[in-house]
Nanobody
Framework: QVQLVESGGGLVQAGGSLTLSCAAP???????????VGWFRQAPGKEREFVGS????????WYRDSVKGRFSITRDNAKKITYLHMNSLKPEDTADYYC??????????????????WGRGTQVIVSS
């Protein structure tokens, strides 16, 4: 099964920063530049929720309100890697973070059902 690979999680103090990476390895995603790539997170006992996503062609970025101004997404399409830059982290950002991808945006970037390919997640813990 095609999977994405996340990395970069860890333990950080509140107010700190962390950058997660999402790689699309191997010969898959040959037209990666056309994919929408998103980040989701799931805290213990809670449902998985949308964090942000980025589409390159055509352009577009979407973020949940609670991370706007703190998180940003960048992409290196040549390397097929998408990054989630997280600043001013808060304890409530603690969760497993997942990246996901879809070849096209059909309705809403916020919908988890839009995304066909997923990684296994990387844990982020923000201590107070």
């Amino acid at each position: 099964q095609v999977q994405l690979v996340e990395s970069g999680g860890g333990l950080v103090q509140a107010g700190g920063s962390l950058t997660l990476s999402c790689a699309a390895p191997g010969p898959n995603f040959s037209d990666y530049i056309n994919y929408i790539v998103g980040w989701f997170r799931q805290a213990p006992g809670k449902e998985r929720e949308f964090v942000g996503s980025m589409r390159w062609n055509p352009g577009g970025q979407w973020y949940r309100d609670s991370v706007k101004g703190r998180f940003s997404i960048t992409r290196d399409n040549a390397k097929k890697i998408t990054y989630l830059h997280m600043n001013s982290l808060k304890p409530e950002d603690t969760a497993d973070y997942y990246c996901a991808a879809a070849p096209r945006l059909q309705s809403s970037a916020y919908n988890i059902s839009e995304y066909e390919y997923w990684g296994r997640g990387t844990q982020v813990i923000v201590s107070s």
